[in-house]
C-alpha cells in the first residue's frame, strides 16, 4: 500500500512552491487508490503559528487537496502535530544515547563558526570537527555543572557510504565522513526538523516522499538515522525546484504571492492545479483537467529533474481555462454577494455567458455590469471619438432597425447593414461604442439581449445627439 504525506512547518503562508509539493504527493496517492496524509511540523515553536496552520488547512480545502490520514481527520498514528509527539522523539534520543550513537554537544555557536570559517579558509567542507565526541562522564557532568545546555549530535558511522535511489534524479552517493556528526536535538530540547520528520515518516508509514531538492542532502542523514533505530525508510523523489525568470528560487520578486493571495484575488482553485500540476511534471494532456484525470496521468518518471520556471502568462492561461469549464453556478461564489447583488437575478446566466470569455477574476465583471446594465452609460474617450465621428444617419437607422426587428439581432443587424450600406468594422465599431461606451468586449448579439430594447433604444438616441452630422 502506497502512503505520501505533506508534512509542511507552519512558519509562514503556503506558496505555489509547497503547495506543488502537496499537489504531487496527492496526485500521487490518488493515481494508486492510496493515502495521503498531513503531518504539521511545528516543533519549531519560535517560528511555528497557530494562524499559519488554520491558514495551511484552508488553503489545502480550498485547492481540494483532501487527506485520508493526519491532522483534523485523524488515523492509527496520530497525533499528527509534531508539537504533541516530544515524547516519543524522547524515546528514539533515549535509544541512540544508551545505545552510544548520540553524544551531548556543548560547544557553543560562536566556537561552532569559528571552526567553520577555518575549515572553509582552508578549503574543507565544513563539518563538526567531534570536540565533544568522546567526553567522559565526568567531562559531561563538569559541563552539565556549569549550566551549559547541551545539543545532542547523532554520531556518523565514519567510514559508511550511504546509497540510495531516488526516484527524480537516480542514484544516489553521500559519504559519511563529509557530513559529519550532526545535531538531532537543539538545545531547547526540540528535536532538528530532519530527525521527527524522518522518524515520524517511518512510523507512519509512508512509503514515498516526494519533496523539493533543497531536502535532498538532508536524506543521506535521515536514512543514517533510520539506519540505527532499525526503522523502514521510506522512498524519495527530489523535484526540482520552482525558479523566477533569473534563474533564483521563486520568491516575492518574481510575482510569485501566497495561496491566500490568489484566493483573494480570485483565482480558481482548480486552475492552480491545472498550473501548478504542469510545473515539473510532464502531461501529454494539454487540456484543462479534473484532479481525478490529473491523478490517472501522474507519472513518477514524468517529474523533471531541472527547475521549473515560474511564468505568470501561463498561469493566467490555466485561469482562463478554468473559466471556461465552470459553471455557471459554481462561479456565484466566486463572484461573491457583492458583485452578485449587482447583477439582475433573471439575468445572471445569459450574464455570466455572454462575459466569460471577457474576465479573468471576479473584479472584471465590474466593467460589463456597468456597460450592460446601467442607467446612464460612461463613455471611454476613444468609443466617443468614434461616435461623434459617426454620421448621425446611422444611428437614425439603427433606431428604426431596434423599432422594427427588436431583439432579434440577426434581423437587426442585416437591416442596419442594408440601410446605412455598412459592414465590418464600419458597423459593429459605432454600434458597439453605442452600446457599450466600449470599443471591444464579449459578443454583441449576446449582449443585446442583456441590454434589453428599452435601454437599447435610449443609448442610440443619445449617440444620435452626440453624433456627427
Ligand atoms: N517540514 C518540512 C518543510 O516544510 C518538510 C520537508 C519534507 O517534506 O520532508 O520543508
Redesign the pocket.
Known amino acids: 500500500m502506497i502512503k505520501t504525506r505533506f508534512?509542511?512547518?507552519p512558519s509562514g503562508l503556503l506558496h505555489l512552491g509547497?503547495v506543488r509539493t502537496a499537489l504531487f504527493n496527492v496526485l500521487f496517492a490518488s493515481a494508486h487508490q492510496s493515502i495521503f496524509l498531513l503531518r504539521i511540523?511545528d516543533t519549531d515553536q519560535e517560528r511555528s503559528g497557530e494562524g499559519y496552520i488554520t491558514t495551511l488547512i484552508k488553503d489545502l480545502k480550498w485547492l481540494d487537496l483532501a487527506w485520508q490520514e493526519g491532522v483534523e481527520v485523524g488515523g492509527s498514528y496520530s497525533p499528527y502535530r509534531q508539537s504533541e509527539r516530544t515524547q516519543i522523539y524522547q524515546s528514539y534520543f533515549d535509544q541512540l544515547e544508551n545505545k552510544k550513537l548520540a553524544y551531548p554537544c556543548f560547544c557553543s555557536p560562536q566556537e561552532l563558526k569559528q571552526v567553520r570559517k577555518r575549515q572553509l579558509a582552508s578549503g574543507q567542507p565544513p563539518r563538526y570537527p567531534g570536540t565533544c565526541a568522546r567526553l567522559n562522564s565526568d567531562e559531561i557532568n563538569n559541563r552539565q555543572t556549569k549550566g551549559i545546555k547541551p545539543t545532542l549530535r547523532f554520531r556518523v558511522p565514519d567510514s559508511s557510504i550511504i546509497e540510495f535511489t531516488d526516484l527524480v534524479r537516480g542514484e544516489q552517493r553521500f559519504t559519511a565522513h563529509d557530513i559529519g556528526d550532526f545535531i538531532i536535538r537543539r538545545a531547547d530540547s526540540s528535536p532538528a526538523?530532519f530527525f521527527s520528520?524522518a522518524i515520524d515518516d517511518s512510523l507512519m508509514e509512508v512509503t514515498h516522499?516526494l519533496?523539493g531538492e533543497d531536502?535532498l542532502t538532508n536524506t543521506p542523514r535521515q536514512i543514517l538515522l533510520l539506519q540505527a533505530l532499525q526503522l523502514s525508510i521510506p522512498q524519495y523523489a527530489h523535484i526540482g525546484l520552482i525558479i523566477g525568470h533569473d534563474g533564483a528560487p521563486l520568491s516575492k520578486r518574481h510575482g510569485s504571492r501566497s495561496i491566500a493571495e490568489l484566493r483573494e484575488e480570485g483565482y480558481l482553485p482548480l486552475a492552480l492545479c491545472n498550473y501548478l500540476a504542469r510545473l515539473g511534471h510532464h502531461f501529454e494532456d494539454t487540456s484543462f483537467l479534473s484532479l481525478a484525470t490529473l491523478a490517472s496521468q501522474f507519472k513518477l518518471e514524468n517529474l523533471g529533474k531541472a527547475p521549473a520556471r515560474f511564468d505568470e502568462s501561463q498561469l493566467i492561461h490555466w485561469q482562463r481555462e478554468g473559466l471556461i469549464h465552470s459553471n455557471a453556478e459554481a462561479l456565484k461564489d466566486w463572484l461573491g454577494n457583492d458583485i452578485l447583488a449587482q447583477i439582475p437575478e433573471n439575468q445572471y446566466e445569459q450574464f455570466i455567458e455572454a462575459i466569460r470569455p471577457n474576465i479573468l477574476f471576479p473584479k472584471d465583471t465590474l466593467r460589463w455590469i456597468t456597460a450592460i446594465f446601467d442607467e446612464k452609460l460612461n463613455y471611454k474617450d476613444e468609443s466617443l471619438k468614434i461616435i461623434t465621428q459617426t454620421d448621425s444617419s446611422f444611428f437614425t437607422q439603427a433606431l428604426k432597425a431596434i423599432d422594427s426587428c427588436g431583439l432579434d439581432f440577426k434581423k437587426f443587424i442585416t437591416e442596419l447593414k442594408n440601410t446605412t450600406e455598412t459592414k465590418g468594422k464600419v458597423l459593429f465599431q459605432p454600434l458597439r461604442a453605442a452600446l457599450t461606451g466600449e470599443l471591444d468586449g464579449p459578443e454583441l448579439a449576446l449582449l443585446f439581449p442583456l441590454i434589453g430594447v428599452e435601454k437599447i433604444h435610449q443609448r442610440l438616441t443619445q449617440c444620435l445627439n452626440i453624433s456627427g452630422k
Open positions: 508534512a509542511p512547518s509547497n511540523e526538523f520528520n516522499v519533496r531536502h
